[in-house]
């Protein structure tokens, strides 16, 4: 049993060790994958995860949702071709589903589990990877490294998935096209087909419905992703009807299993061998893309992480909003731990600290703690996530340029101040912020998926801004169909007073989609302030209320690279996590 003191230890060393170097914010492209991988979740808290796991299978059908995402991702990909560099994993599978290669209503089933999800800075491909890395790791497979970064096709891809009833050469020939060695094919196919099986519906040449009802033959005797479906094929007790089919044209499995004289399938028998494969493979099979598309660097756990920073104007008071999440372990929460934000003004006598005094607050209500469960990456990693919400007055003659933390866990240690390694969290801009309180959305009385969305943003008073417009995007539609991409001029709104040291410039656009963002823009004196990626699913009265908390002037050291501050650029491999929590599971 895992000793909650060395838990606590490890996380603590982890916290405090810098295991991959680059990360700084702002990057919210980072911050958006880490966070759909790591909390399972879009921003509104509606959860990807959560429909497959932990392993869950679908209702009435038995069908393995895992399994249903894996094969998916596979035939998104199976469209690569090495030669060209075109195809691979880009989404082009939305536009393909009314081919016979791509049959199946858990193709069409899985398209709609991932449709709400893409962002700006989500690709569909990448929900496609993410979803299936989840559904490997809910039912006990590898942990597969995942970046991000994949372009999304709008139209179809040529056909190239491999079908049961098409033999060896073409099935080698096609696994070659898209970058796969014979040994390669071997394992992905087995890896493919640990979870999951066929339907009659789906494929009734194959599995035969019975008395007019639907049968699901599986691969083999276990939910998991597990070896048994190797094993079983090594000893001839397989059910895999793609091995033991009386067609034997339609034995697909058994012609590749067997191609290499069943040597790959013997290693593969060994449950080390086979995840270790597993990973690798599958890991190579989510990487495979369009020539022209660079991945980004492996998006690993943050320990400490802020979120949703911005100003705003709430009750005509402008407001600093930001959370700090924090990653403890799962054994060992810490319900004393005390946090705490500090910032700079931005203008004034007192500009960055500049006399060395600062304002401090605390948080605004009781930390959100996550349920363990929200993602299985995180749950296996051993972690929860808390989260610190923060809501500050903000004198508008004074405003912030920038903020960071303090984190106490009130066990003896000395406060560990978390200020991006350095340099402070710096909000880049004052000069146009987004007001979720004055915006709203209005839904089609006959289609309520279109939805007209009124959007206010704040511009300083006095800036006599010469444009001032929003770049709106949405690309979770029905189906993977309509994506909304476009400019949109805001006009000075007459009937909202100024407020704050702010006036009010608002626009309306119209999406059929779920995740709306908006990037708000002031052209001023030539120069474009940018307010990037505000969320829109929380306005007007869905916007969270909270009252802001009392702002305390101290003495401060600003942050500086001289200083022993820790870093949200720590990042948190998986495998070092989970290797350091197996060993110490083995030492207690």
């Not at 040449?205 to 939910?223: G, K, L, M, N």
């Not at 090594?234 to 793609?242: E, K």
């Not at 800036?463 to 539609?477: G, Q, W």
Request: charged share 20%; with cysteine; hydrophobic share 35%.
């Amino acid at each position: 049993m895992l000793d909650q003191t060395w838990l606590v230890a490890i996380f603590q060393v982890l916290t405090l060790t810098q295991t991959v170097v680059g990360y700084r914010w702002p990057s919210p492209q980072y911050d958006a994958l880490e966070g759909l991988l790591y909390e399972g979740r879009r921003r509104d808290g509606s959860n990807l995860a959560s429909i497959q796991h932990p392993c869950k299978n679908r209702p009435g059908s038995r069908a393995s949702i895992g399994a249903e995402w894996l094969r998916l991702a596979y035939h998104d990909v199976a469209t690569h071709n090495i030669e060209t560099g075109t195809g691979g994993l880009d989404a082009s599978i939305a536009f393909e589903l009314d081919r016979a290669e791509n049959f199946g209503n858990g193709m069409h089933e899985s398209i709609e589990d991932f449709e709400t999800f893409p962002s700006k800075y989500i690709s569909r491909a990448d929900v496609i990877a993410i979803g299936t890395i989840l559904g490997v790791a809910s039912c006990g497979g590898p942990i597969i490294p995942f970046r991000g970064g994949r372009i999304d096709a709008l139209s179809a891809d040529v056909a190239g998935v491999p079908e049961p009833h098409q033999d060896l050469e073409t099935h080698t020939e096609i696994f070659r096209r898209q970058g796969f060695s014979q040994e390669e094919m071997i394992g992905l196919v087995a890896c493919g087909h640990t979870m999951g099986g066929v339907r009659s519906s789906d494929f009734p040449d194959i599995v035969p419905p019975q008395d007019d009802s639907e049968r699901f033959a599986d691969f083999d005797d276990t939910h998991e992703f597990d070896n048994d479906v190797v094993v079983k094929y090594i000893d001839g007790t397989t059910q895999n009807p793609l091995v033991v089919h009386a067609n034997m044209t339609l034995n697909s499995d058994l012609r590749i299993f067997e191609s290499d004289g069943n040597a790959t399938m013997r290693r593969l028998a060994s449950p080390e061998d086979f995840s270790s494969t597993c990973g690798t493979l599958l890991e190579k099979m989510l990487n495979v893309v369009p020539s022209n598309v660079v991945l980004t660097e492996e998006i690993t756990m943050l320990p400490v992480k802020v979120t949703d920073a911005h100003l705003t104007i709430e009750n005509e008071q402008l407001v600093f909003k930001a959370s700090l999440r924090i990653a403890q372990p799962i054994s060992a929460p810490n319900k004393n731990r005390l946090v705490k934000i500090f910032w700079c003004d931005r203008y004034g006598a007192n500009k960055d600290c500049e006399n060395r005094t600062g304002k401090t607050a605390g948080v605004a209500s009781s930390p959100r703690i996550d349920d363990p469960q929200v993602s299985p990456l995180t749950f296996r990693a051993g972690f929860q996530f808390v989260h610190y919400d923060f809501i500050v007055p903000i004198d508008t003659e004074e405003s912030l340029s920038k903020f960071w933390f303090e984190v106490d866990e009130k066990d003896g240690t000395k406060p560990k101040r978390h200020d991006n390694d350095g340099e402070g969290y710096v909000l880049q801009q004052d000069n146009v912020i987004y007001v979720p309180r004055l915006s709203s959305i209005s839904f089609n009385r006959e289609d309520r998926t279109q939805k007209t969305y009124y959007i206010t943003a704040g511009v300083k008073s006095g800036a006599s801004p010469s444009r001032v417009y929003m770049s709106a995007f949405d690309s979770a539609t029905d189906a993977f169909s309509t994506i909304i991409d476009e400019d949109v001029d805001m006009a000075l709104n007459e009937t909202l007073p100024s407020a704050a040291g702010y006036t009010f410039y608002s626009a309306s656009i119209e999406s059929p989609g779920t995740q709306l963002t908006v990037d708000l823009h002031a052209v001023i004196d030539g120069e474009t302030y940018t307010e990037d990626y505000m969320q829109t699913f929380f306005v007007a009265g869905r916007t969270p209320s909270t009252k802001p908390t009392n702002v305390t002037i101290v003495d401060i050291v600003p942050p500086t690279k001289d200083l022993d501050s820790s870093a949200t650029a720590n990042i948190l491999s998986l495998d070092i996590i989970i290797g350091l929590l197996a060993l110490s599971a083995f030492i207690f």
